[in-house]
C-alpha cells in the first residue's frame, strides 16, 4: 500500500539523515521514479522533506521533524526488537511487514532509548540459521499469496479451502475450519479441524488456498500450546513405534535423548526409549556409532551390522583401486 510505503519512506530518513533516490528504491523495492512521485507527495502532504545536490547528495529531512512513542521502556524496546528478529515472521508470510515495524519502533523511540536498544539488539542473535556443527536450518517455499490467504481466513475466522499435497500423493483439495497457525524450527504448520476431526497441515504443502465466506466452526478462544501439545502426543504414540533397549555411553546421552520420542525406562546406563518408526530407529543409533550398544530388538542389531558390512566392504573394494 502506498500509504505504508510513504511512512516507511519518512522513517528511513529519519534514521539514516540522508539517503539517495536510488538507495530508497533499493530499500522500499520501487522504482526510482516511484521514490521520486512519493518525495513529491510527501512535500504536497506538509512534510519537510528535501533534496540535495552533488555527489553526495540525496533526499533528507529537516531537523527535528519526528514522532515520538511514548510510554515504552528500554527493555520493552530491546524485547520488540528481539522478537524481530526470529524468522517466525516469514513463515507466516509477514517478514517485510515485520522489517518496517521494527523500524517504526526504533524510529518512535524517545532519544535516550533509541541507540542503546538497538546497540543492545545486535549482540543478541535468535535462531541462527546454522548451529555450531554448521548444519543449516531447513527452508521452506512458502508462497507469499498462499500463506496470506491462510492467514486471513485465520484470523476472520473463516472457512478454508486449500489444495493440499501429503507425503507420497497427488495433491487434492478439500475444506477445513482453521484454528491457528504454528511454527517450529522454521516449519509452519495450519492447525486445523476437518468434519470435526482434528488435522495438521504443513504449510509448505498448500498449494493453494481460497477463504470461504462461510464461518469456520470453531471455539471463540483456543490455547495453541495446550492444541499443540496434545497433537504432538498423539503423533508420537503412532502405530509404528518402535521401542528400543539399549546401553548408552555417558557422553552421548544427551545426544541420544534429542533424538528419541520418548524415555520408558532408565537402570545403570540401560534405557529403553520409543522411536517414531523402524527408519527413524536405525537412523537415530547409527549416528551415534560405538557410543551406543544396542540390546534388543534383534532386528534393529542385524539391520546396523548390515550397514557397517556394506560400508566396510565398500572402502575395501575402494582400497584395491
Known amino acids: 500500500m502506498r500509504a505504508d ?20 528504491a533499493r530499500e522500499l523495492e520501487v522504482s526510482n521514479r516511484t521514490v521520486l512521485r512519493d ?9 519537510p522533506v528535501y533534496a540535495e545536490r552533488g555527489r553526495h547528495g540525496g ?48 524510529d518512535a523511540l524517545p532519544e535516550s ?45 473463516r472457512r478454508l479451502r486449500i489444495r493440499y499435497a501429503a507425503e507420497n500423493t497427488e495433491p487434492r483439495w478439500r475444506t477445513v475450519d482453521p484454528i491457528g497457525l504454528v511454527t517450529v524450527r522454521e516449519q509452519g504448520y495450519l492447525l486445523a479441524t ?34 499443540w501439545q496434545e497433537r504432538s502426543t498423539r503423533f508420537r504414540a503412532g502405530e509404528d513405534q518402535v521401542v528400543v533397549r539399549l546401553r548408552v555411553a555417558p557422553e552421548r546421552r544427551d545426544e541420544l535423548l534429542g533424538t528419541v520420542v520418548a524415555v520408558l525406562a532408565e537402570e545403570s546406563g540401560v534405557l529403553e526409549v ?23 530388538p534383534r532386528w534393529l ?8 558390512l556394506r560400508i566396510a566392504a565398500r572402502y575395501e573394494e575402494l582400497d584395491e583401486r
Open 113 to 157: 532509548y533509541r541507540q542503546t536498544a538497538a546497540g543492545a539488539a545486535e549482540r543478541l542473535l535468535i535462531d541462527p540459521a546454522i548451529d555450531l556443527l554448521a548444519r543449516r536450518a531447513v527452508e521452506e517455499e512458502l508462497p507469499d499469496e498462499v500463506v496470506a490467504e491462510v492467514r486471513r481466513a485465520v484470523f476472520a475466522g
Open 5 to 24: 510505503r510513504l511512512v516507511s519512506l519518512v522513517l528511513l530518513l529519519r534514521r539514516h539523515g540522508r539517503l539517495s533516490a536510488t538507495a530508497l
Open 59 to 106: 533526499f533528507a529531512l529537516l531537523p527535528g521533524f519526528r514522532t515520538e512513542l511514548t510510554g515504552l521502556n528500554h527493555d520493552e524496546a530491546l524485547a520488540l526488537l528481539v522478537a524481530g528478529s526470529r524468522r517466525g515472521a516469514q513463515v507466516f508470510g509477514l517478514g517485510s511487514a515485520l522489517a518496517s515495524a521494527m523500524l517504526k519502533v526504533v
Open 301 to 308: 542389531r542385524a539391520a546396523l551390522r548390515e550397514r557397517a
Open 194 to 227: 476437518r468434519d470435526g476431526a482434528d488435522r495438521t497441515y504443513r504449510l509448505s504443502r498448500i498449494v493453494a488456498a481460497q477463504e470461504l465466506d462461510e464461518p469456520a466452526v470453531r471455539p471463540d478462544r483456543v490455547d495453541l500450546g495446550q492444541a
Open 274 to 296: 520409543a522411536f517414531q518408526d523402524a527408519r527413524h530407529a536405525e537412523w537415530a543409533v547409527w549416528r551415534l556409532s560405538a557410543g551406543v550398544e544396542v540390546l534388543a
Open 39 to 47: 518525495v513529491e507527495a510527501l512535500s504536497a502532504a506538509g512534510v
